[in-house]
């Protein structure tokens, strides 16, 4: 699914760049030069997007990561998190979550930029990183446009990727739920909020 992905970004780059004259010849000064300007960086993301599907990337932004090296390839990841797909399997991860610790879910799907810029930016952030270590994290993979991705986002009355939801003792804080994209300093004020809610409720 993530080579597919990125085949179509590149597909779609591609197309933009060749719409905005990225190959033609003898271009008159001013605007059809800027805009050939633009497909030109167009076409070359393209053709990095098509390199990164072949080498395995996942990430639109970083098609290339893949080709660095292999101290980004080795590097562990941050912390624990469970991937589902479907209702079913988020209500069985949900039910695995100890009494004791929240669930922070997010929505995320491989074609979905800001997805990957919060994965690669905010939760990174220390901020963000401290409080959400107290969090049981689930990703939920919307990538697939099918029955069961449809049902699962009706289910939450969302309508589609990146959204943020929280969980205690197995049922949504709905107060808490963030859709869209969301700066590192919002979520950690966030997260530090529905931490303290959740003690104020159990105290």
Known sequence: PSAVALLMWAALAIGSALALGAMSVNLP???????????????????????????????????????????AATAPPPAAIT??????????????????????????????VSCKLMERQVYPDPRVAEPLARFTRINVDVTRTDAATRELLDHFGLFGPPSLLFFANGEEIRQARIQGEVRADELAGHLDGVLDWLVARRS
């Open 29 to 71: 000064q001013g605007w059809p030069r800027a805009r050939q300007a633009a497909g030109l960086l167009l076409l070359a993301w393209g053709l990095a997007l098509v390199l990164g599907a072949a080498s395995g990337a996942h990430d639109p932004l970083r098609p290339l990561a893949n080709l660095g090296g292999s101290s």
């Open 83 to 112: 991937t589902v797909e479907g209702l079913d399997e988020l209500q069985r991860a949900l039910a695995t979550v100890s009494d004791d610790s929240p669930a922070f879910v997010h929505f995320t799907a491989d074609w979905c």
